[in-house]
């Protein structure tokens, strides 16, 4: 149950206390002193990939790492930010952009189901510094997460049109992460034209539906690199303080810090 009143800070340290340390000492991925097992997370990884057979708890840990990251980078405590990064890493290490049995999957929720891993991958490897293999990840997740003109008539007479908003604002994300700065602005436009259809979503959810907030990040920075000016370059700054993002639920707050977090890693001179 979310804690009223809580600072984030302080959720996260009660988060990282209560939920993340004990599944971390149970599944034995730190020892009695709350070292990583570097070794043995390996071991066990290659293990699985051997077999094909990837334990629950291990997967566990791998898709929530870029949260755990994201917590102590919060804190930080960068050391242990960094490590965990490295974990996240090992949300996607294929050399291919789908099951390799697989032919592109036409359906765009399996496709997104593929960008959010590579996503999550891409980030952690530009987080450790691993750039290249970032890049071809987020290229890999901008191209899953292209909404087809038949899927967006499909979406429009269903009246799903947050199903081509947040999709399209998560191709934006990646699309400013691989600085293709005039497509990240058509994306992020389009966008929010969809999100505007989707008012009453706005109405009932929109306080705390992150990705309503997250947009307007993507929006004044792709507007800014893609036609810089003073008063453009003014607003990205606005946008990307986090005492602007006005999600109040802590654990919605948590998970959008990961996107924050890469494009200020990314935008040094916006935060000075």
């Known amino acids: 149950m979310e804690e009223r009143g809580v600072p984030l800070h302080e959720h996260l340290l009660i988060w ?11 599944n034995g991925f730190i020892d009695p002193s709350g070292n990583f097992k ?11 990939i051997r077999t094909k057979c990837m334990p629950t708890e291990l997967d566990s840990l791998i898709s929530i790492a870029p949260s755990i990251a994201t917590a102590y980078e919060y804190l930080d405590n960068m050391k242990l930010a960094m490590h965990y990064f490295w974990v ?12 390799p049995t697989d032919n592109l999957p036409k359906n765009i929720h399996v496709r997104s189901s593929y960008a959010t891993r590579q996503l999550d991958a891409a980030i952690c490897n530009d987080r450790i510094g691993n750039h290249g293999r970032a890049k071809q990840l987020f290229e890999w997740a901008a191209c899953h997460l292209t909404v087809t003109d038949d899927e967006k008539d499909q979406f429009l007479k269903e009246g799903s049109y947050n199903m081509v908003w947040e999709y399209t604002t998560d191709r934006a994300f990646c699309l400013l992460c691989l600085e293709r700065w005039e497509e ?21 959810f929109g306080a705390q539906y992150t990705p309503f907030h997250l947009l307007p990040v993507y929006l004044a920075l792709a507007r800014y690199k893609a ?31 990961i996107y924050i977090f890469e494009l200020c890693s990314r935008n040094p001179d916006l935060l000075r």
């Open 16 to 26: 990282l206390e209560k939920d993340i340390t004990p599944f971390l000492h149970k």
């Open 38 to 48: 570097t070794v043995s997370f390996k071991e066990q990884f290659d293990g699985a």
């Open 184 to 204: 990240a602005l058509a994306a992020a436009e389009e966008a929010e034209r969809w999100m505007r259809m989707d008012a009453e979503r706005k109405e009932k």
């Open 88 to 99: 996240g890493t090992y949300n996607w290490v294929h050399e291919w952009s789908t099951s």
């Open 227 to 257: 036609h810089p000016s003073l008063e453009r370059e003014k607003e990205a700054r606005k946008r990307m303080m986090l005492s602007e993002f006005r999600v109040r639920v802590n654990h919605l707050r948590h998970g959008a810090l």
